[in-house]
Structures are given as structure tokens and as C-alpha cells.
Nanobody, 123 residues
Framework: VQLQAFGGGLVQAGDSLRLSCAVS????????MGWFRQTPGQEREFVSFISWNGGTTYYADSVKGRFTISRDNAKNMVYLQMNNLKPEDTAVYYC?????????????????WGQGTLVTVSS
């Protein structure tokens, strides 16, 4: 399974951005999909996950109410809509795939990762 994240960029505080993750080489519907982010010198941290059928979503407190995760299994795509971005959201964002029965917020559950896309939010 290969994942490719894209859609990052440089935006100003308060702006919106939508990240996308394309999945190939396997049926995305088998997997819970998540987004994590990482800044230099820090561990990769959980942002959000969505269950295999989209019925369950979960967010880190830091992004709750601002970010929305969604998926389109027919297109093998996962999205992260990010609104009201803040400078502290600046990071490299990674999409990952975990077995459908996973908790979703534990990084060690994820079997596949995309290469990351950089989001920079200026103040």
C-alpha cells in the first residue's frame, strides 16, 4: 500500500487549507486512516483519524472544531480540511493507514505512511 499526501503550503493565520492523501496498491476501505504531524525535534503527534467506513472520527484537542477529516473509499482518498489555521499548526503532515480495528490515535498501530506535506502558517 502506498500513500501520497499533498496539498500543503504557506498560508496566513486564519486561512484554510485542505490536505489530501491518495492511497494506492490496496483497498483503502480495509484501513482506518489518520493524520499526524511533526515539527523539527519533536515526535510525530496525532491529529485525527477516521474509521474504515467514515462512521467514526476523532480529533486531537488542539484541532477539534477547526479540522475535519473525511474519506472517499471509491476514490481511495482521505482529506483533512483545516480551517482557522494558527501558527502552531505549522508542521509536516503525514497520512497513515492502520488496520480497521485499531484505536486510531496510537502511532505504533499505523502500518503505512505517506511522505508528508509541509504546512506553514504565518502570523
Amino acid at each position: 500500500v502506498q500513500l501520497q499526501a499533498f496539498g500543503g503550503g504557506l498560508v496566513q493565520a486564519g486561512d484554510s487549507l485542505r490536505l489530501s492523501c491518495a492511497v494506492s496498491g490496496g483497498a483503502m476501505s480495509w484501513y482506518l486512516m489518520g493524520w499526524f504531524r511533526q515539527t523539527p525535534g519533536q515526535e510525530r503527534e496525532f491529529v485525527s483519524f477516521i474509521s474504515w467506513n467514515g462512521g467514526t472520527t476523532y480529533y486531537a484537542d488542539s484541532v477539534k472544531g477547526r479540522f475535519t477529516i473525511s474519506r472517499d473509499n471509491a476514490k481511495n482518498m482521505v482529506y483533512l480540511q483545516m480551517n482557522n489555521l494558527k501558527p502552531e499548526d505549522t508542521a509536516v503532515y503525514y497520512c497513515g493507514a492502520a488496520p480497521s480495528g485499531s484505536y486510531g490515535y496510537k502511532i505504533r498501530e499505523y502500518e503505512y505512511w505517506g511522505q508528508g506535506t509541509l504546512v506553514t502558517v504565518s502570523s
